[in-house]
């Protein structure tokens, strides 16, 4: 499974999502790539709002998404950090 995840510096929703991650790890076999909008990698994707989340190429979320989306989504993708 891969999770690509594209966002923009000052972006109060990327910052939302980012907050989210941080509680989050990547399960074994799970692929997250963190890009940046502009960089040459996150211009493959068809995307027009940030966030911008893919999941296995597909796109998920695409600019501002509720909280409950959001967290179903990455606990689908990773699992809670053992604290």
């Not at 966002?7 to 910052?15: F, I």
């Not at 939302?16 to 940046?36: D, I, N, P, V």
């Not at 995307?47 to 597909?58: C, I, K, T």
Request: glycine letters at 6%; charged letters at 30%; one cysteine or more.
């Amino acid at each position: 499974m891969k999770l690509t995840i594209i966002t923009k510096p000052l972006c109060p929703y990327c910052g939302l999502l980012a907050e989210y991650l941080a509680r989050y790890q990547a399960k074994e076999g799970t692929e997250l790539s963190l890009l940046e909008d502009g960089q040459p990698d996150a211009q493959a994707y068809d995307y027009y709002y940030l966030p911008a989340v893919f999941l296995d190429g597909r796109r998920v979320i695409h600019g501002k998404t509720d909280k409950k989306e959001l967290i179903a989504l990455l606990e689908q993708a990773m699992q809670k950090k053992q604290e």
